[in-house]
């Protein structure tokens, strides 16, 4: 009889531990876990994060793909782009993104970058030449300095240096699904299967999120 409850009592103390460690994510195909997870901006959506550099060749194909998805992605879907800084000349592209972001011109100069660094093999590096740049795209040229130099794109900069490191992220494009989930090229062994791979991470974190406000 002492056996027998102690045995209960044991199964009783581990099974709440048991099923805490069945219910952590674990890697499949095409993706990798993130280990810690990382805080999302919305709880109550399910965050979709691309590292991107402009200078990236595997991104300039990637992203007719994304946009593509873009149009089609599910409305509880929150997208976020994040420019990868590796070294000084993905910084300096990061920061012209940063900058298009603040003036509220992303979709009207994204494309048309890639576009220019990739084709028309302009490094578009110098404050000039971006300004340049934005003055093309109907930026007033003052407004793209004072936008350029400001404390918010410095702030996002700094941010910038640290985020691939909290994800795991050792190249680009790669995609983060809600904190938890890594998924890229290599992974997921073309960009279409990234696609295929993100949207069922999506549909497993909407689900996950269903059950936490039921």
């Given at each position: 009889m002492i056996s027998k409850l102690f045995q209960v009592s044991l199964l009783?103390?581990?099974?709440?531990h048991m099923q805490q460690v069945q219910a952590e994510p674990v890697s499949g195909p095409g993706y990798e876990v993130i280990s810690p997870a990382q805080p999302t901006q919305d709880p109550g959506k399910v965050e979709v994060i691309e590292f991107f550099w402009y200078g990236c060749p595997h991104c300039y194909r990637f992203e007719p793909i994304l946009n593509e998805w873009r149009k089609t992605m599910p409305d509880n879907v929150q997208f976020i782009r994040q420019p990868a800084v590796f070294s000084a000349l993905w910084g300096k592209h990061a920061k012209a993104y940063f900058t298009a972001e603040a003036l509220g011109v992303v979709d009207a100069l994204h494309a048309d970058f890639f576009d220019a660094i990739q084709n028309k093999k302009q490094r578009l590096t110098s404050e000039d030449d971006l300004a340049a740049f934005f003055a093309a795209h109907g930026v007033d040229e003052a407004t793209f300095r004072s936008a350029y130099n400001s404390f918010l794109v410095d702030a996002k900069m700094r941010q910038a240096k640290t985020m691939a490191a909290r994800y795991?992220?050792?190249?680009?494009?790669?995609?983060?699904?809600?904190?938890?989930y890594k998924t890229n090229g290599p992974l997921a062994k073309s960009h279409a299967n990234m696609i295929k791979v993100m949207n069922q991470l999506i549909a497993r974190e909407s689900a996950e999120i269903g059950k936490s406000t039921e």
């Open positions: 009783l103390l581990i099974f709440p795991g992220v050792t190249g680009v494009p790669a995609i983060i699904i809600n904190g938890k």
